[in-house]
């Protein structure tokens, strides 16, 4: 199994910028993809982006799109996402997800851990 525990979320400005990290523990960290989804009140959780393996591709959604970055560490078991130009529309609680293969996927039901979240919240 792994764990993961998200950090870095919090109260931040429209067009201000937030770095989030989702440290890994457990099964060799460089053995899954990793994806980054978001949940705001009344909604389904969504995707937001993704990172292969060992980092060789990345995935985003359309809405963050040249705005927001996922990295990997896999010496440090740590995944980022580098959120620029935030929006009030990207208000939402941010997760951290691990899936067992080579490259990551959109959907949330292939993803077999999760972390607990991390608030972010945009102000106006």
């Known amino acids: 199994q792994v764990q993961l525990v998200e950090s870095g979320g919090g109260l931040v400005q429209a067009g201000g910028s937030l770095r989030l990290s989702c440290a890994a523990s457990?099964?060799?960290?460089?053995?899954?993809?990793m994806g980054w989804f978001r949940q705001a009140p009344g909604k389904e959780r969504e995707f937001v982006a993704a990172?292969?393996?060992?980092?060789?591709?990345?995935d985003y959604a359309l809405s963050v799109k040249g705005r927001f970055t996922i990295s990997r560490d896999n010496a440090k078991n740590t995944v980022y996402l580098q959120m620029n130009s935030l929006k009030a529309e990207d208000t939402a609680v941010y997760y951290c997800?691990?899936?067992?293969?080579?490259?990551?996927?959109?959907?949330?039901?292939?993803?077999?851990?999760w972390g607990q979240g991390t608030q972010v919240t945009v102000s106006s």
């Open positions: 997800a691990a899936d067992a293969v080579q490259y990551a996927s959109r959907s949330v039901t292939s993803y077999d851990y």
């Open positions: 457990g099964r060799p960290f460089s053995s899954y993809a």
């Open positions: 990172i292969s393996w060992r980092g060789q591709s990345t």
